[in-house]
Structure formats: C-alpha cells, structure tokens
C-alpha cells in the first residue's frame, strides 16, 4: 500500500480572468529527486543533513517535514542498495523508518514463509517507484557485477573465480547489513511495533545468528523473546546443529514431546552439541518432573537400553491417577518390555510381584520361572555346579542345628550365582500363586541339586511326603524337616526368610510370604496338621532305616536317620502315641534309641494315671462332704430323709411315703435342698463333679414329686 508524500505550499497566487497561477518553492524532495537522478548521492546526503537540522531546531515537530526526512532517507537507502553499498543502504534505511518487513523480503532463504505475496505495507509511492526491480539480494549483487565486469570476465560473470568472490563477500555484506537493521530496529523501535512484524523480525533475526555460529546472542534472544516462529527456525537450528537453542525453545513453549526427540538423538549421537554436556539425565530429570506416565511409557523402553538402573526406577515411581488403569498400563508396559528388553522386563516384573504385590498367577508363575531358569543357567557352569554339590555333602556329611538353606548362606562366597539360588528359594516358598505343577517341572532337570527348592515345591502341591523325604533322607535337614510339620507345609518359615534374606540383601523377596501374627495360638485344626505330618515325617525316617542292621550308632546315612527319628521323638513327644510308634518302629533298630521316648512316655502316663487317682479321692471327699451339708439343711427344714413313719392306711410297711414327706415339706417356705449328684473319676484321670444346689418346688409350680 502507498501513500503520497506531502505535497509543496504556496503563498503566492495570480489571479486571471480564466486561470490561477502559483508561485511553488522547490521542494526538499523535488531537490533530493534530481540529484539522484544524477548520481549526486553526497550532495542529497549534504541537503538531507540541512533539513535535519532545520526539522530539530523547532520546539514543535512538523510532521509533514518529518515524512520528507524518511522519504529521502528511503530513497538514498534504496539508491545505495541497488549499487550494492548495503552498510549505507542499511543505515539511511533505518532512519528513513523502513518497515523492517521491506528489507526482508529482499532476502527469501530467510523470510520463508513469514511473507507472501498477499500482504500489504505502508510505502511512499515514490519508494515503490525506486525500489530495486528484483526478486533477492543475490540478485542484485549479480546485476551490479554484469553491469561492472561484463563482459571483461570469462567465461561469465557468475562463474568467474573473482566474481564469484566478490559475490560471496557482497552477499556477507547483505547479510550483516540486514543484521544490523533487525537489531537496532528490535532495540529502538521494537516495543512500539505491532506484533506480526515483531515475530518476523525476532525469528529472522534468530537465522541470522544461527548460521553465523553466534551463540551467544542466539540463546539470548531465545530467552528473551517471546514471538519467535518456532515452525520457521526448526529446520535452520537443526541443519546449523543449534541443538541447544532448539531445546531451549521447545522448553520455552511446553512441548516435552519434542524436547525428548531431540535429547534421544543426542544420546544415541545422529546429533552432537557441546552444550548440552548429559541428555541422557536431562531427559530423566524431564520424566521425573513431569511425572506423566504416558511420556514415561513411551521413553520407558528405549531408557532401559541407556541405563536399565535408573530406568527402572522411572517406571517404577511414576504414579496413576485410576487404578485399574494403572495396572492395565503396567500390563501394557511389561508386554513391550519382553519383546523389546527381557531383560529390563524381569526387573519390571520383579516389580510388579515384589513391591506392588500384584496377585496376578500368571505374573507370580513367570517370576517363579525366571528364577528357576536363571539357577539352572547358573549350574550350566561347571564350577557353580561342583560347589552346589560339595556344599550338599559338606552339610549332609555331619549332624548340624542350621538349616541348609542358612549354611549355604553363611559359606558361600558371595556371588550372582548364590544370590540368585537364594532369591529362587525365598520366592518359592514366599509366593502362593504360581503354578507349582510347572515349576517342579522346570526343576526336574536339576533335581539332585536342588533338593531344597524341589522340597518346597512339594508342599506347595501338597505332596507332604514326597517333601519330608527330600529334606530329612537327601538334604539331611533335620531342623527344617521339623519347621515344615510345625509350620504345616513350610520349609522356610517366615521369620527365617527375613532373617535369611537380610544377611544376604535381599529383603524385598522376603515380603512376599504373608507377615507372621504375633500371639496367635493354632486351631485345633492346625494342631491335628502338625502331628499328621510329624507322623508322616517319622515314617520317613523309620522307611530310611528299616534295611538297616543291627549295629551300634556310627555316622552314616542309616545311623543318622534313627538319630533323627529319636530326636523327634524326643522332642514332639507329647504328640505322638506309644502305641502307634511302636508299630512303626523296624524290628532291626536297637532299644536305646527309644529308650528315652518310651521312659519318658511311660513316666507320663503313670502321672497322670496317679494325678487322676488322686483327683477322684479329692472329688469323692467333697462330694460326701456336700450330701452330709445337704442331709442337715432338709433335717432342719422339716423334711425327713430315710426315717421310717408311723403305718397308714395307704402304707401298711412302714415305708418311707416320699410323695407324703415331699408335701409336707412344699408346706413351708422354699428352701435350697442340695442333692448330690457327683459320680466317679475315670481311671485315666479327668474332672469331679460336685453337687449341685436346687430349689424344693411349691405346688404352685406343678413340679415333680421328689424322689
């Protein structure tokens, strides 16, 4: 859009019979147009400072001489431009007050797409008039070195070296010229400029400093501005490798997406930047911050490529709002984990069954399976192999109060191997919810080995048997042979799990078990389980010696199961009956190995037969003491108890009439009549019953007759 300069004013008129005349003085601009026309560019510098000069002497400004100022300033600045001396173009340009947007358009590599065709400016008409007839600043330059070198150069003026030159040093020259503007326009006139033209000027400006490498005024004027198109300077920060100026601006705007893109490329090395020193812990930090489990699912797996230690604990920190959908998010992430990283998907796993206790089967079975895997891998090598078995036969080779799983702790050298075992057996015995049937499976193979391991799988399906015969025959674990009857099923009792697990550091596997409640005494129920399988273990011991001859006790395999089965004997003596022992008990064993049992058992019985003895003469005392109280109350009371009467007709024996002496009792007032109803002790002992106090019936109550 143009707009017409001011026109001149007269004082001056000629009046005619058919004209008027004005006498018009030369105008400033009218001057300044004819020494450009004749390439007098000092001389329209030199009246151009005049009028300046005059325009700041006035206190009050004229605004139509002011608009002669930048309409000259204009066209020196264009006059100036098309000859290619672009320092004085840019500044006569600047005071002319030239939308910054002109100039611009002059440069397409840089305006993009923040000009097009369909906008207007604001111009003075005279300026469009002059303005350069081109397209670009390039190809002004080359139209200025035809006209000045053709055709002195060959084989043409673009392609000569020195032209070429020449054209690049010009186009430099445009370049900061143009800088130059944008800056002192963004400073003076910045504030007082609509919007658009602000971003235009700020985002052209951020090219310019980012293919001249300048830095620092690039991060400056990220920071500070806030109309920077970002659509426009992503393709020149990346191909420049401004990687961190594009950070900065996806920072400035919120958009995590993108940011993230860029800190990957970084970290995988298709993009390097000095300036951005660790991307790997800015994109953790981000995820941490942001805590948006959607962004961490996404980055989730290619972070446990990185580094699978902090990774793990990014997924494993970042929260949900629902529930349900967490644990469908959960499920989701475990799945791409096993496809992409197994290995990050254990430990995701082990998360999931570990700390958030999921009750999944099908999680508990898989987690249960990777262990066992990973001790079977284990065993692959000859030497964990050949440890395992001597620390086997080291324990089974002499009597010992620690349980196996507590020795093997204790001197093993610490390494993956022993870790792993250990995590295997507080896992199995911890978990109810993995498919035991195919973890014993899965332990076949190795079963020799992993007697333990297998024992607990055992109980978990119930085959008591089966697993009291690994652990008191193969292992030779007396101690937790006796812990899986007391504890009904359980090879490795809670609170030995934790003590185990915290010697070893490994305490997480140890919450899987249920915690123990203190000061809860077993049902009847839980007490008939523990003798069931202390019967079933001493089963065991006598099958493991029942082919064994009669020899004094040695060390051995035989002499060291009827030790045991003494032990327990001893021990749980008061859960098992003679009677049933003996019929257990192999004709080959020697008697002083139930000695102490049958003594002890004996001693008992004759106690409690004599206790008994003792209780019934007691109850008997005061039961006889009770009937004489009784005797002396109901004589006291009028009531006569086995006296013979004087005859009646209705009684011609002389016999007690009960039915007589209980009316003439109901007579009086009620009294309590103790009637002795104590009976006899059984010889085995029990309790004595007293005589019990009861109220004589009136007739009123239509009681029985006493008899």
Same mark, same amino acid.
């Given at each position: 859009?143009?707009?017409?300069?001011?026109?001149?004013?007269?004082?001056?008129?000629?009046?005619?019979?058919?004209?008027?005349?004005?006498?018009?003085?030369?105008?400033?601009?009218?001057?300044?147009?004819?020494?450009?026309?004749?390439?007098?560019?000092?001389?329209?510098?030199?009246?151009?400072?005049?009028?300046?000069?005059?325009?700041?002497?006035?206190?009050?400004?004229?605004?139509?001489?002011?608009?002669?100022?930048?309409?000259?300033?204009?066209?020196?600045?264009?006059?100036?431009?098309?000859?290619?001396?672009?320092?004085?173009?840019?500044?006569?340009?600047?005071?002319?007050?030239?939308?910054?947007?002109?100039?611009?358009?002059?440069?397409?590599?840089?305006?993009?797409?923040?000009?097009?065709?369909?906008?207007?400016?604001?111009?003075?008409?005279?300026?469009?008039?002059?303005?350069?007839?081109?397209?670009?600043?390039?190809?002004?330059?080359?139209?200025?070195?035809?006209?000045?070198?053709?055709?002195?150069?060959?084989?043409?003026?673009?392609?000569?070296?020195?032209?070429?030159?020449?054209?690049?040093?010009?186009?430099?020259?445009?370049?900061?010229?143009?800088?130059?503007?944008?800056?002192?326009?963004?400073?003076?006139?910045?504030?007082?400029?609509?919007?658009?033209?602000?971003?235009?000027?700020?985002?052209?400006?951020?090219?310019?400093?980012?293919?001249?490498?300048?830095?620092?005024?690039?991060?400056?004027?990220?920071?500070?501005?806030?109309?920077?198109?970002?659509?426009?300077?992503?393709?020149?920060?990346?191909?420049?490798?401004?990687?961190?100026?594009?950070?900065?601006?996806?920072?400035?705007?919120?958009?995590?997406?993108?940011?993230?893109?860029?800190?990957?490329?970084?970290?995988?090395?298709?993009?390097?930047?000095?300036?951005?020193?660790?991307?790997?812990?800015?994109?953790?930090?981000?995820?941490?911050?942001?805590?948006?489990?959607?962004?961490?699912?996404?980055?989730?797996?290619?972070?446990?490529?990185?580094?699978?230690?902090?990774?793990?604990?990014?997924?494993?920190?970042?929260?949900?709002?629902?529930?349900?959908?967490?644990?469908?998010?959960?499920?989701?992430?475990?799945?791409?984990?096993?496809?992409?990283?197994?290995?990050?998907?254990?430990?995701?796993?082990?998360?999931?069954?570990?700390?958030?206790?999921?009750?999944?089967?099908?999680?508990?079975?898989?987690?249960?399976?990777?262990?066992?895997?990973?001790?079977?891998?284990?065993?692959?090598?000859?030497?964990?192999?050949?440890?395992?078995?001597?620390?086997?036969?080291?324990?089974?080779?002499?009597?010992?109060?620690?349980?196996?799983?507590?020795?093997?702790?204790?001197?093993?050298?610490?390494?993956?191997?022993?870790?792993?075992?250990?995590?295997?057996?507080?896992?199995?015995?911890?978990?109810?919810?993995?498919?035991?049937?195919?973890?014993?499976?899965?332990?076949?193979?190795?079963?020799?080995?992993?007697?333990?391991?297998?024992?607990?799988?055992?109980?978990?399906?119930?085959?008591?048997?089966?697993?009291?015969?690994?652990?008191?025959?193969?292992?030779?674990?007396?101690?937790?042979?006796?812990?899986?009857?007391?504890?009904?099923?359980?090879?490795?009792?809670?609170?030995?799990?934790?003590?185990?697990?915290?010697?070893?550091?490994?305490?997480?596997?140890?919450?899987?078990?249920?915690?123990?409640?203190?000061?809860?005494?077993?049902?009847?129920?839980?007490?008939?389980?523990?003798?069931?399988?202390?019967?079933?273990?001493?089963?065991?011991?006598?099958?493991?010696?029942?082919?064994?001859?009669?020899?004094?006790?040695?060390?051995?395999?035989?002499?060291?199961?009827?030790?045991?089965?003494?032990?327990?004997?001893?021990?749980?003596?008061?859960?098992?009956?003679?009677?049933?022992?003996?019929?257990?008990?192999? !004709? !080959?064993?020697?008697?002083?190995?139930?000695?102490?049992?049958?003594?002890?058992?004996?001693?008992?019985?004759?106690?409690?037969?004599?206790?008994?003895?003792?209780?019934?003469?007691? !109850?008997?005392?005061?039961?006889?003491?009770?009937?004489?109280?009784?005797?002396?109350?109901?004589?006291?009371?009028?009531?006569?108890?086995?006296?013979?009467?004087?005859?009646?007709?209705?009684?011609?024996?002389?016999?007690?009439?009960?039915?007589?002496?209980?009316?003439?009792?109901?007579?009086?007032?009620?009294?309590?009549?103790?009637?002795?109803?104590?009976?006899?002790?059984?010889?085995?002992?029990?309790?004595?019953?007293?005589?019990?106090?009861?109220?004589?019936?009136?007739?009123?109550?239509?009681?029985?007759?006493?008899?």
């Amino acid at each position: 859009m143009s707009r017409r300069p001011t026109f001149p004013r007269s004082s001056v008129l000629v009046l005619g019979s058919n004209f008027v005349q004005s006498l018009l003085p030369t105008t400033a601009i009218s001057q300044a147009e004819s020494l450009l026309e004749s390439h007098r560019i000092a001389d329209v510098v030199e009246l151009l400072d005049q009028l300046r000069k005059k325009v700041q002497s006035k206190f009050v400004v004229d605004e139509d001489e002011v608009e002669e100022l930048h309409y000259i300033y204009q066209r020196i600045g264009f006059q100036c431009f098309l000859e290619t001396r672009f320092e004085d173009a840019g500044y006569n340009l600047f005071e002319g007050n030239l939308d910054p947007r002109v100039l611009i358009s002059y440069f397409p590599d840089l305006r993009g797409a923040l000009l097009s065709s369909s906008d207007e400016l604001d111009m003075f008409s005279g300026i469009a008039e002059h303005m350069p007839p081109y397209d670009s600043v390039d190809d002004i330059i080359v139209a200025n070195l035809v006209r000045n070198y053709s055709p002195h150069l060959s084989p043409n003026t673009r392609s000569a070296p020195p032209t070429a030159e020449l054209r690049r040093v010009l186009g430099m020259a445009a370049l900061e010229m143009l800088e130059v503007f944008l800056r002192k326009w963004r400073r003076v006139r910045g504030e007082s400029g609509s919007p658009e033209v602000r971003v235009i000027v700020d985002t052209v400006l951020a090219k310019l400093f980012a293919r001249a490498e300048k830095t620092t005024d690039l991060y400056g004027l990220v920071n500070d501005s806030n109309d920077l198109e970002l659509s426009e300077l992503e393709p020149v920060l990346q191909s420049t490798g401004q990687y961190n100026a594009l950070c900065k601006l996806y920072q400035r705007r919120g958009d995590d997406e993108k940011l993230l893109e860029v800190w990957s490329k970084l970290v995988d090395g298709e993009w390097t930047d000095t300036d951005i020193p660790d991307p790997l812990s800015d994109i953790f930090n981000l995820l941490t911050e942001r805590r948006n489990r959607q962004l961490t699912q996404k980055w989730g797996i290619w972070l446990t490529k990185k580094d699978s230690e902090r990774a793990m604990k990014l997924l494993t920190t970042t929260g949900s709002s629902k529930r349900g959908q967490k644990t469908a998010d959960d499920l989701a992430m475990l799945q791409q984990l096993r496809t992409e990283n197994p290995e990050a998907a254990a430990q995701f796993l082990e998360y999931l069954v570990l700390q958030k206790r999921s009750t999944d089967r099908t999680l508990h079975t898989e987690l249960a399976l990777i262990c066992v895997n990973e001790i079977l891998s284990f065993l692959q090598d000859e030497t964990v192999s050949k440890l395992w078995r001597a620390k086997a036969s080291s324990y089974a080779s002499a009597p010992s109060i620690t349980p196996f799983l507590a020795y093997f702790e204790a001197t093993t050298p610490d390494s993956p191997a022993k870790r792993g075992r250990l995590r295997t057996a507080l896992f199995l015995q911890g978990s109810v919810l993995y498919d035991a049937s195919a973890v014993r499976e899965a332990l076949a193979p190795q079963e020799q080995i992993l007697c333990v391991e297998l024992a607990i799988v055992e109980g978990k399906l119930g085959h008591h048997d089966q697993a009291l015969s690994l652990l008191a025959t193969t292992v030779r674990d007396h101690i937790s042979a006796e812990a899986y009857c007391a504890t009904r099923g359980c090879v490795l009792p809670p609170r030995s799990a934790l003590t185990l697990a915290e010697k070893s550091g490994l305490t997480a596997w140890a919450g899987v078990a249920p915690p123990v409640k203190a000061g809860v005494s077993p049902s009847a129920a839980d007490e008939e389980e523990t003798k069931r399988l202390l019967h079933i273990l001493l089963g065991v011991y006598m099958r493991g010696s029942d082919q064994t001859p009669r020899r004094p006790l040695a060390s051995g395999a035989a002499n060291g199961t009827v030790t045991a089965a003494a032990n327990l004997l001893n021990s749980q003596a008061l859960k098992f009956d003679p009677v049933d022992v003996l019929e257990l008990v192999p !004709a !080959a064993w020697p008697l002083p190995t139930l000695s102490a049992f049958l003594t002890r058992s004996f001693r008992r019985a004759l106690h409690a037969k004599h206790e008994g003895m003792l209780i019934k003469g007691v !109850a008997t005392a005061q039961n006889l003491a009770i009937s004489e109280e009784a005797h002396e109350v109901l004589k006291e009371q009028g009531a006569i108890v086995e006296e013979a009467l004087p005859p009646s007709p209705s009684s011609s024996s002389g016999e007690l009439d009960e039915k007589v002496a209980y009316e003439h009792a109901a007579q009086s007032a009620p009294v309590d009549v103790v009637i002795p109803t104590g009976r006899g002790i059984d010889e085995g002992g029990g309790g004595m019953s007293y005589g019990s106090s009861v109220t004589a019936p009136s007739e009123e109550d239509g009681g029985d007759q006493l008899r």
